[in-house]
């Protein structure tokens, strides 16, 4: 099974990401971004439009009902490194495909994922790890993730809490609840540059629940999308919440999962 | 009085676009930051808001009523270049300084500036000259100026024509009447890759009225401003409109500048 380096895994917990390679292929990257358009066509809860109301933003869950999105969770290149970071069996709290449409999709604000999960999702601790897979190439024109390097180990920032709302669709819109305002993020970049995550699609990314990020606009002409898992440790399952977010976006079931001997997906 | 050498005229005659330092000193930068933080803080219909109807997006014909930015644009490091480019007498058609907000700024979706000069305010041939100076860095981060080198030898494009309205206001927001989609930009990129103007504040940029360009979001926690003065020549005054936009958006005065024999503005 595929695992961290001890190296890599010491640069993870530094800075709070890293950039790797796990060998998908152009055909393998092909096949997810058929599975992927198979999600974006198909209407449900589980998919999010923009502010204008017809442009698709992101969906969700898909690995509940989507066969190959099943596999690639449980393949070991993803859940290896997934296990390594956390010490320990996980399972995913979250799955979502972000598409930044071509000039119409709007820009991620600054903000930390754990806020939502811990609040939202009654997730104890940010146990958890975001590993990403660049559906297509990533450039300084089409709005790459934005990350600022070791803002994981500054905790839960008090963040700007924006509208009043408390139904999940205010925490999946351009509008997030939970959003890092100018003047903190000044303060957070006094001492640490801001890192755009580009590269070629098939890269992968690893990044830390506390690590502040965001994304701009997407100024090409075509679509850039981005797939992420959210594992969780089997150590860190969730408490009880009055209104629970719907199953696609806040796992029920917390069985540890198990890496594919084969490592497929289509 | 500064000129234009041959090979930066040629340049900017193939390109459509020329990047130039022309002297502009920490202290000047400075001072024009500060002539224009006046007219952020001045309210007036010369004023043009973001969507949320509070951050300032731009400001217009500035040069109209304050006494320093009517001798930048009388400055021979200005006005020299321009006529060169025009190839004689010149006069300023508009002035705004654009501000792209930290953080809130909106983008500028893809356009070319003539169209709205023709239709907008009767401007016979793109035989004008936008001449920016960049007050603030641009970088990768905070939306910079986008631009397709060569697009403007292609003549005013058809593009998208969003909206109903004729209200002048729509000529500035993000939703831009006449903006250039997906499919089109897709073709444009075919055959030349977008280019982005970065660089220190002070640096100054010359562009064609036909030249296709666009800008995205500022994820940096700083403003990132820049100051725009279109020159278009005596021998294309603008014919009559039915309804003219107001005088800081579309000059009445023809009369050709001097440049200025001491070139200071404060």
Redesign the interface.
């Known amino acids: 099974m595929s695992v961290l380096a001890n190296e890599a895994l010491a640069s993870y917990q530094k800075n709070g990401f890293l950039e790797c390679e796990l060998g998908f292929t152009d055909v393998e990257v092909k096949v997810l971004r058929e599975l992927a358009d198979s999600e974006f066509e198909r209407d449900s809860p589980a998919r999010v439009l923009e502010k204008d109301g017809r442009t698709v933003r992101a969906v969700h869950g898909s690995h509940l009902w989507n066969d190959g999105f099943a596999r690639l969770v449980r393949s070991s290149r993803l859940l290896g490194p997934a296990m390594a970071a956390l010490g320990g069996p996980a399972y995913v709290h979250q799955f979502k495909i972000n598409a930044k449409r071509?000039?119409?999709g709007d820009?991620w604000?600054?903000h930390q994922d754990f806020i939502f999960w811990k609040l939202g999702d009654g997730m104890p601790e940010a146990k958890a790890i975001n590993v990403a897979i660049l559906l297509d190439e990533a450039n300084?024109?089409n709005?790459p993730l934005?990350v600022l390097p070791g803002s994981h180990r500054l905790g839960t920032l008090e963040t700007e809490r924006r509208g009043s709302s408390d139904k999940w669709e205010s925490h999946l819109s351009a509008d997030l609840k939970y959003a890092i305002?100018?003047?903190m993020?000044?303060d957070?970049?006094r001492d640490r540059d801001?890192v755009?995550i580009k590269g070629k699609a098939g890269k992968v990314f690893l990044f830390d629940p506390q690590l502040v990020h965001?994304?701009?606009?997407?100024?090409?002409?075509?679509d850039r999308r981005i797939l992420l898992v959210t594992y969780n440790s089997v150590d860190n399952i969730p408490d009880p919440v009055a209104n629970p977010r719907p199953e696609f976006l806040a796992a029920r079931d917390f069985t540890p999962l198990e890496p594919l001997e084969e490592d497929s997906f289509n």
Do not use: C, Y
Not at 214 to 222: D, F, L, Q, R, T
């Open positions: 071509a000039m119409r820009v604000p600054w300084d024109i709005g934005l305002d100018a003047p993020l000044a957070l970049t801001i755009s965001g994304s701009g606009a997407n100024m090409s002409p075509v």
